[in-house]
């Protein structure tokens, strides 16, 4: 069913008082945790190191660059075996990847806050206080105590990932360790990262001035390395200071703006999802998005669907659903969806609202690095099944953009740049303590 927009009336009221009743309360410095100067800068050096990754060749910033609005700047990462940044990313001749990551990788904007209650585009970690951890996650058995919030827990996962950072069956003790299924304990694959940073002096010294229990005589744990880097994450790309944040506190927005905050909020339903400060109601939506790359599957299966939430739950009810990314600094975060498959994010834009009819006319738009990849980039988008199942899961009725209503939309998400935040406010540093390359 194709719904379309009552214009003449909207353009007529785009400031209508509707509008302004939706306009969620603005953020403060309540919804975020505080930190220590000294465990942000902590988090910072060792979110640029390398030394976190199995073969020493990757850090976190390789894929979460501010260059590339805290992404990488492509539809689907090379991680590890490549070599370079963003577009220009190969695949390393000596070590090449075995597959591109299966989805794109997500924006870093505003993590720190309180009431972070999913993370991942499967909500695979979540908070949950029915668990002694607080959260429950892929990894239960394995889970141990000491992440200080979600965000924390969150970076216990691309170390472990073979494609990620962990590298691949005996190239390295982490991989091994990943292997053999070690991934806690005195020979798990966290303990060894934390032993190899612990062994720096530099980072020795920092830790003990920041966390207590370490001046006090216990080990750097993973999970100390995890809670500084979620510090550094949650005060480096706070955004809280975009020209939308200035509408929330009852400000206003210029015209175009204004006109499609009108749209979002009203008629082009944005806001369903897309609620609150954040623009996010942290939920999970079978929204059609296109599905490239190898998928989210095992190794040794054939399929290369991604069939979203259900991994998580085996709810069939979940196929195909994604976590409802924030918007914040959404135009400078693309591509765009959940593999990536929009490079222009007006396009996305128009697709997202009315995704039946943005399926069936969708031409491959994704920015992908040069790899001749085992699965073929673009296997589901030419299976006439997994097409069917992926537009039948949408629960929600097209609604059809005109060219000025998307033109307005976009001022609109153009409004929820903060400068600030995209550029980061400590930077990346000149060196860090273990000496490795940093990825600039």
């Known amino acids: 069913m194709t719904h379309h927009l009552p214009l003449a009336l909207l353009c007529a009221s785009f400031a209508l008082p509707a509008v302004a009743q939706t306009r969620p309360a603005p953020l403060t410095d309540a919804d975020f945790r505080a930190h220590s100067a000294a465990e942000v800068t902590l988090g910072q050096q060792l979110f ?17 660059h501010p260059k590339f609005g805290t992404g990488d700047g492509v539809s689907l990462s090379l991680g590890e075996g490549g070599r370079g940044l963003g577009p220009a990313r190969v695949g390393d001749a000596d070590n090449l990847p075995e597959q591109r990551i299966p989805r794109n990788a997500p924006a870093l904007f505003n993590l720190g806050i309180i009431d972070l209650r999913t993370i991942f585009h ?7 206080a029915t668990r002694a951890s607080g959260f429950r996650t892929p990894l239960e058995d394995e889970m141990v105590s000491g992440f200080a919030s979600l965000l924390s827990a969150q970076s216990m996962f691309p170390v472990l990932s073979p494609d990620e ?17 070690q991934l806690t304990g005195p020979n798990g694959a966290w303990e060894k990262i934390a032993a190899r940073v612990a062994a720096i002096p530099a980072y020795d010294a920092q830790f003990k001035a920041v966390y207590p229990a370490i001046a006090g005589g216990e080990p750097v744990h993973f999970t100390d390395i995890s809670n500084a880097i979620a510090a550094f994450i949650s005060v480096e790309w706070r955004a809280t200071d975009a020209p939308f ?16 905050a009108a749209l979002f909020y009203g008629d082009a339903g944005c806001a369903a999802c897309h609620s609150g400060p954040l623009l996010t109601d942290q939920g999970f939506h079978a929204m059609g998005a296109p599905q490239l790359g190898p998928g989210k599957a095992e190794r040794f299966e054939l399929s290369q669907q991604d069939k979203g939430r259900m991994r998580v739950t085996n709810r069939a009810e979940d196929a195909y659903a994604f976590r409802t990314p924030s918007l914040r600094n959404v135009t400078a975060t693309g591509p765009w969806g959940h593999a990536g498959g929009h490079s222009d994010l007006r396009e996305f ?58 033109d307005a939309i976009m001022a609109f998400l153009n409004s929820l740049t903060d400068p600030t935040a995209i550029a980061g406010r400590l930077g990346i540093p000149d060196a860090v303590p273990s000496g490795l390359p940093i990825d600039r």
Request: net charge negative; glycine share 12%; aromatic share 6%.
């Open 349 to 406: 834009v128009t697709y997202h609202a009315a995704p039946n009819a943005g399926y069936a006319g969708y031409v491959a738009a994704a920015t992908l690095p040069v790899f001749e990849a085992k699965k073929p980039d673009w296997a589901v988008l030419g299976d006439v099944a997994e097409g069917a199942a992926i537009v039948a899961a949408v629960a929600t009725p097209d609604v059809v953009l005109t060219a000025d209503d998307a």
């Open 165 to 181: 950072m962990a590298g691949h069956y005996g190239e390295n003790e982490v991989s091994k360790a990943v292997r053999t299924g």
């Open 122 to 128: 499967d909500g695979r970690i979540e908070a949950d």
């Open 245 to 260: 944040d200035g509408w929330l506190a009852g400000g206003e927005l210029p015209p175009l703006a204004a006109k499609g």
């Open 48 to 64: 640029w190191d390398a030394e976190l990754s199995g073969n020493r060749n990757i850090s976190c910033g390789t894929c979460h």
